[in-house]
C-alpha cells in the first residue's frame, strides 16, 4: 500500500511566521504535490515537482516555497506566514511510470493567527 | 483555463438505491479520470479511476466514461449510509503532471 504521511495534522502559527510542512512518502513516486483546500474553492495545486530538486509551480505558489532534497520528501515552506494562508494543506504523490493515482496523505489542518 | 465542474448538491438517496454523481470537463486532451472520496475533516481516498471510454466495475463502484461528451460518472450501487461524503472528480491531461479537482459532490445516503 501507498504510504503518503505528514508532519503534523493540525498546526497552529502566528502571523509572520516561518512555518515548514513536510510530507515523505515510501513508495519511491518521482512526483509530489502540495495542494491547499479551502471550502467551495475545491483543491488548488501550489506546487509540484518531478525529481529531486526539480520543481514547478502551480496554480497559486506566491507566497510558498519548496524544497526536495530526497527522492521521498518534499517539503513546502511559508515564508512569512499570513491569516490567509490558513488552510488544509495536502501532500500527494504519484509514480512516472505505470498508472498514474494520486494518492494523498492525511493533510494539515494550518490555522494562522 | 482547463476546468471539471460538479454539482454541488447535496445528493440525496435512501440506503441500498443507486447514487449517481457526475463530472464534466473541458479538456479534450484529458487522459485520464479519477473519482476520490472525502469525508469531513479528512483527506481525499481514491476509490476509482478509468483511461478508456466505457465503464468500469470495481465492487459497488462503477466509473462511466464518455470523451466524446466530455463527461464521467460515478454510480454506487446499494448504497450505504457511510458512503455519505463529497466526491471529488480529477482529470489529468496527456504531456502534464498537473490534475484538475473539482469542487465536489456532496452524496448523502439516508437510513
Known amino acids: 500500500d501507498v504510504k503518503v504521511t505528514q508532519s503534523s495534522r493540525y498546526l497552529v502559527k502566528r502571523t509572520g511566521e516561518k512555518v515548514f510542512l513536510e510530507c515523505v512518502q515510501d513508495?519511491?513516486?518521482?512526483?509530489m504535490f502540495w495542494y491547499r483546500q479551502d471550502p467551495g474553492l475545491g483543491l488548488r495545486l501550489i506546487y509540484f515537482?518531478?525529481?529531486?530538486?526539480?520543481?514547478e509551480k502551480g496554480d497559486i505558489p506566491e507566497g510558498y516555497s519548496v524544497s526536495r532534497e530526497k527522492k521521498e520528501r518534499f517539503s513546502l515552506i511559508l515564508e512569512s506566514a499570513s491569516t490567509n494562508q490558513t488552510s488544509m494543506y495536502l501532500c500527494?504523490?504519484?509514480?512516472?511510470?505505470?498508472?498514474?493515482?494520486?494518492?494523498f496523505g492525511p493533510g494539515t489542518r494550518l490555522t494562522v493567527t | 483555463q482547463k476546468e471539471v465542474e460538479q454539482n454541488s448538491g447535496p445528493v440525496s438517496v435512501p440506503e441500498g438505491a443507486i447514487a449517481s454523481l457526475n463530472c464534466t470537463y473541458s479538456d479534450r486532451g484529458s487522459q485520464s479520470f479519477f473519482w476520490y472520496r472525502q469525508y469531513s475533516g479528512k483527506s481525499p481516498e481514491l476509490i476509482m479511476f478509468i483511461y478508456s471510454n466505457g465503464d468500469k466495475e470495481d465492487g459497488r463502484f462503477t466509473a462511466q466514461l464518455n470523451k466524446a461528451s466530455q463527461y464521467v460518472s460515478l454510480l454506487i450501487r446499494d448504497s450505504q449510509p457511510s458512503d455519505s461524503a463529497t466526491y471529488l472528480c480529477a482529470v489529468r491531461s496527456s504531456g502534464t503532471y498537473k490534475y484538475i479537482f473539482g469542487t465536489g459532490t456532496r452524496l448523502k445516503v439516508l437510513a
Open positions: 515537482s518531478y525529481d529531486v530538486k526539480m520543481k
Open positions: 513508495m519511491d513516486h518521482e512526483n
Open positions: 500527494a504523490s504519484t509514480t512516472r511510470t505505470g498508472s498514474d493515482e494520486q494518492y
